[in-house]
């Protein structure tokens, strides 16, 4: 008996597969009606109450008297017919009304569930109000709550019990064309630890932010759940916990469930089918951006893209105090994901602008919860991606001392440690540095190392300052400080939006380096003046299109874009993909007749000889 090739096993297994999916995909659009996904059925096909059911296309009180009567849905709306404007201004209202954010996130949602286009509509208008909402730091306390604000399922929830079966999963996503998703196992949401299957409004808030800041059209974007379990007792315990109730999986059973999942995705969605990575916990994190990024359309944004909005943050800052990258020495404190992620742009951009990789790294220290990261400690590990930033030199555990010892021309905080950079890490600061840099960047706010007051208050206004978290502005000795924001939404949906647009099959490393040079490159001397290292959030529409284009130009020019034929303007490119938030048009599709054959002019009459004669 001939011995049949195990790579064609392989295809026969994936066809069978592929079959059973198209099956099951069929069954699906002959049994449920599916609110979610208005590309699965025609447009025309959808009429009376289930066109007000569908959130992609309901336009509630906006229906036309004529769309009304067309579509079945007259009598089903009160008489009255409000523009989208009027919507708009009735959903602002209604938020400004509400009493804390929890009740205006839960708002937000019910809004994104009944009319999408409202719902993204309202976020572009609003985007220095809301984007906090949606995002940072509203969805750290939503996923906290999430049993309370989940009412119906959004994306996919796929469980380490479904091991074998995950492509099947992804078939009942009925949107055939999906170009992003955002996926996430709950293990370290924002600086609040493991939440488990709560941690599903991140997924759902980081794609949400792909369509109101980057234009990425909703029905191409998938939230994805992998429930391993979760080692949080107290989550677990919750009679409202919507996950797993057991221990976390881990080991080879964790990368194998992984791996399966990553090539279900190509085998559903295709090889430019982007998965961003959010929220994995850093022993998990850096080994699977390491496993996938070169085989995969993949980047993590907790290590990348945090440390591309920092550079960008920072670029701003030494424009402000003068100095060059590699004039500065650099205290880390917190060096998990993000620091190491931050730390290792920060080193390839200073080899960028001619350093050795020996003298960028020197420039780098690093301070976690067993003090300064040096080989003579005599407790903490020292092995990792923080292994590169290991020096010689004293063990010493108390900040304000590090600081003494070290020096830093820039305080860097993402440990999720509340008010760490007290007032005696602060004056220290002050003491050493004219313009001391210091970017609190934990989230969320709770977890901030310092407020933007007491940044200013204690280095008596001379601090250069930014944060993971929003916050006001502060008045200071009669100088008014607009402090920034390192808000990643400055820069993923930017380089998901280029990648999606371009085709690109991988997401380089090179790409947040020229991102956060682009960003820099947005703030103007206005925007400095003011103390803000970032620019406006109400422009991050603007800035989002002017990066993605940047990226895309990078993307043509060293032949990673498969989509041909190259375009010669990036910009107008780029616009060309954008989501738009205005409604459709539901009335009958009629159309005019040139004059001459219409059938409403007097026919002149002819003489009855003529007509006989012919």
């Known amino acids: 008996m001939t011995a049949v090739p195990l790579r064609n096993i392989r295809s026969i297994l994936t066809c069978q597969r592929h079959l059973r999916c198209l099956q099951q995909q069929r069954r699906h659009a002959v049994t449920v009606t599916d609110e979610y996904r208005p590309s699965t059925k025609s447009r025309s096909s959808l009429k009376g109450v289930e066109l007000l059911r569908n959130p992609g296309l309901n336009k509630g009180m906006a229906f036309t008297l004529e769309e009304r009567q067309h579509m079945g849905i007259h009598g089903l709306l009160p008489p009255a017919v409000l523009s989208q404007d009027i919507q708009a201004l009735r ?22 569930e009944r009319n999408e286009k409202l719902f993204y509509r309202v976020i572009a208008d609003n985007p220095e109000e809301l984007i906090p909402i949606v995002y940072t730091p509203t969805v750290g306390l939503a996923c906290q709550k999430y049993g309370l604000v989940f009412k119906r399922p959004r994306g996919l929830f796929i469980t380490i019990h479904d091991k074998g079966h995950i492509y099947d999963i992804l078939c009942n996503w009925t949107e055939q064309h999906v170009k992003a998703i955002v996926v996430t196992d709950g293990e370290r949401i924002l600086g609040l630890g493991d939440l488990g299957a709560f941690g599903m409004g991140i997924p759902v808030g980081k794609l949400q932010l792909y369509t109101a800041i980057a234009g990425v059209p909703p029905q191409d974007c998938l939230p994805i759940m992998l429930d391993v379990g979760t080692n949080n007792e107290e989550i677990s315990a919750n009679p409202l916990y919507i996950g797993l109730r057991q221990k ?15 090539e279900a995705v190509v085998q559903r969605f295709g090889w430019n089918c982007l998965v961003q990575f959010e929220d994995f916990a850093s022993q998990n994190a850096y080994r699977l951006l390491e496993r996938y990024q070169k085989q995969y359309c993949t980047f993590n944004d907790d290590i990348q893209g945090t440390a591309a909005v920092v550079l960008s943050g920072l670029f701003g800052a030494l424009r402000i105090s003068g100095k060059k990258l590699n004039e500065n020495t650099f205290l880390f404190v917190g060096a998990g994901q993000a620091a190491c992620g931050i730390a290792d742009l920060i080193t390839h951009a200073m080899i960028r602008e001619g350093a050795s990789e020996e003298e960028a790294r020197s420039k780098i220290w690093m301070y976690d919860v067993h003090g300064l990261i040096v080989d003579s400690r005599p407790q903490g590990d020292l092995d990792g991606p923080k292994a590169p930033y290991v020096k010689k030199g004293k063990p010493i555990k108390d900040l304000t001392q590090v600081v003494d010892y070290v020096k830093p021309t820039i305080l860097l905080g993402a440990s999720g440690v509340g008010r760490l950079f007290h007032e005696g890490v602060l004056k220290k600061m002050a003491d050493i540095n004219e313009r001391p ?27 250069i300052f930014a944060s993971g978290s929003p916050f006001k502005a502060v008045t200071y000795k009669d100088k008014t400080f607009h402090p920034g924001q390192g808000n990643n939404a400055y820069i993923f949906p930017a380089v998901a939006l280029a990648t999606i647009a371009c085709a690109a099959r991988h997401v380089e490393e090179d790409m947040f380096l020229i991102a956060a040079q682009k960003l820099g490159s947005l703030v103007s001397q206005a925007d400095l ?86």
């Open 437 to 463: 840099v210091i970017f609190a960047l934990s989230n969320p706010t709770s977890r901030a190392e310092c407020t933007a007051e007491e940044a200013y208050r204690e280095t008596d206004g001379r601090c």
């Open 91 to 112: 959903v602002m209202i209604n938020f400004h009304r509400m009493n804390n954010d929890l009740d205006r996130y839960s708002e937000l949602m019910n809004l994104s």
């Open 248 to 262: 976390r999986v881990t080991g080879k059973e964790y990368e194998e469930f992984l791996d399966e999942f990553m």
């Open 529 to 614: 003046d003011e103390g803000r290292v970032y620019p406006p959030v109400p422009t991050i529409h603007e800035v989002t299109v002017k990066i993605a284009a940047h990226l895309a130009e990078h993307l043509y020019k060293t032949k990673k874009a498969w989509n041909y034929p190259e375009p010669e303007n990036k910009e107008e490119f780029i616009r060309m993909q954008l989501y738009d938030t205005s409604y459709e048009y539901f009335g009958p599709k009629t159309w005019q007749w040139p004059e001459q054959h219409s059938t409403s002019r007097t026919v002149p009459t002819m003489d009855e000889n003529i007509i006989l004669d012919a």
